[in-house]
């Protein structure tokens, strides 16, 4: 598992000419960071003396981003597996018609599998980005820097996944599962564009230049 | 060192209540992140049959992507290493005038050298996004996706950056090198802006709609 690897060691296996662990994977660490540091603009806050009345409220929120952490590492290792089974699908023998047939459905399987598992990935990133409207404008402002690196990179983790999901949704032959992804799809953009902007307008309010 | 965590204690460490490792570092980080994707993505293109043409270009610059990659995680510890001196000075004893005023000069150079780290993160990441812009065009678009999160992940990491110096920037007294971090900043920030404009529209044309 990926989380298990150092963070050096996970950084020269994505930078490798090996195709996986690829952008997928990162996107869903790169959301599992977001994820991290709005877990700690909670707790900092939660510390404080100057926000006792909204204490519980914090610590309920950080503890909520640690479970969509655990869920985004696991979603991470997901990802390079499903990638794994498509190109084991490719290499399916491919002689007799029948071996053809089987081939094909089972490339198409695997690239569906590949298309929900970033899908998965950008819904459980949206709640955090949401989180942070919540928390923002009633946390401790010293560590406003903090939850602005997390919202980011939230939002860069979503981005990732769903440039992972169009990628293998462009190669998919099912029409009705393909319509049924995009419709989620179109949903949950709606969704973390809604809550990104509305996060960036809050902490811009701190000020800060780009 | 936070390159020899698991990926899974250094979330952990984040998460915690403690500031550190926080924002900065986190931001060198994720630049690490997206350096390591543009060199895999330099790397998927030269393997290919394809691209004899840009193989040599190809390899040099994941080789470039893997010297700042390597620099930024260094800077990673550094952020820290930074704030936690910046910490140390505010504990300084503050009894007689003396100590005031040595307290004071601490607290100064310390939030200085809080400044230069991330400053340092932010230059580092620029060559970066402008690599984008020389590769996009040229490398294999079957990899697209990759160099797309890996480009969004260094601009994460250059605004994360940015955000810790215009923090740090904020609480120092000594104006004529407070204008001189701004001045630096205002270059940095119009090269990362005009490399992200870039790199996003070359990529936007392989097709993706956020």
């Given at each position: ?8 060691k ?35 806050t ?12 914090m ?10 952490r655990e869920?985004l ?7 390079t597996k ?9 290499k ?6 029948e ?10 399987l695997a ?12 819904k ?24 602005k690196?997390?919202m ?9 996944a ?8 462009s ?10 992804i995009?419709?989620?799809?179109e ?8 809550a990104i ?13 780009c």
């Amino acid at each position: 598992m990926f989380k298990n690897l150092t963070v050096e060691k996970f950084l020269q296996e994505v930078a490798s000419e090996n195709p996986t662990p690829g952008g997928g994977t990162v996107a869903a660490i790169s959301g599992a960071m977001g994820a991290s540091l709005i877990s700690m603009f909670c707790r900092v806050t939660a510390k404080g003396k100057k926000y006792v009345d909204v204490k519980d409220e914090m610590e309920r929120i950080g503890e909520e981003g640690d479970k969509i952490r655990e869920k985004l590492l696991k979603l991470a290792d997901e990802d390079t597996k499903a990638y794994l089974e498509v190109m084991q699908a490719f290499k399916l023998p491919k002689e007799s018609e029948e071996e053809k047939e089987k081939r094909r459905e089972a490339i198409e399987l695997a690239s569906q599998r590949a298309t929900e598992v970033p899908l998965e990935t950008a819904k459980e990133i949206v709640p955090l980005l949401e989180m942070v409207i919540e928390i923002a404008p009633k946390g401790n402002p010293n560590a406003i820097s903090d939850l602005k690196v997390g919202m980011e990179l939230c939002y860069t983790g979503f981005v990732g996944a769903v440039a992972n999901v169009q990628v293998n949704l462009s190669t998919l032959k099912d029409q009705s599962f393909k319509k049924e992804i995009e419709e989620k799809l179109e949903v949950v953009i709606d969704r973390a564009e809604k809550a990104i902007a509305e996060g960036r307008k809050i902490i811009a309010s701190y000020g800060y230049s780009c």
